[in-house]
């Protein structure tokens, strides 16, 4: 853990770390199921009480109810000392609107959340509805 994670609680900075690690392995963030087992934790509910605080803090972001949202935010990069990777891609669900972050890799691709199509939007426009795809 670096000397600027310290600034937050110790429970907290961990979870940071973790996610900012599994992000930087994985290129999309944890599940709460994975960060509790990782941190050894004792329930989910811990896990999304302190998660919650780290969004409250604007450390990172998530959508609620949707496995692989949590993103380490800018700040919570820095507080890290750590430089926030990309490129980052943005896509939102056309059923409900959430919203996904993932970075190109191995395996990108076919992507859903409700059931809906998750798109790639640019200026808050969809390629779809830009006749792109």
């Known amino acids: 853990m670096t000397a600027a994670a310290t600034a937050i609680p110790t429970p907290l900075a961990e979870l940071l770390t973790a996610a900012a690690e599994f992000w930087r392995e ?8 994975a ?8 329930s989910t509910s811990v896990v999304a009480y302190r998660l919650k605080q780290l969004k409250d ?3 990172v972001d998530f959508d609620e109810g949707v496995a692989g949202s949590l ?5 919570g990069w820095r507080s890290l000392g750590m430089a926030p990777p990309s490129p ?3 896509f939102s669900c056309e059923g409900c609107e959430k919203t996904a972050v993932y970075a190109p890799g191995p395996g990108f691709g076919g992507m859903s ?3 809906a199509p998750m798109v ?14």
């Open 120 to 133: 790639l939007r640019i200026g808050g426009v969809t390629y779809r509805e830009a006749g792109q795809w």
């Open 113 to 115: 959340c409700c059931g």
């Open 26 to 33: 994985h290129r999309y963030g944890p599940s709460a199921r």
């Open 57 to 59: 803090a604007g450390l």
């Open 35 to 42: 960060v509790q087992a990782g941190l050894g934790i004792s």
């Open 88 to 90: 980052v891609l943005v």
């Open 71 to 75: 993103r380490v935010t800018v700040s």
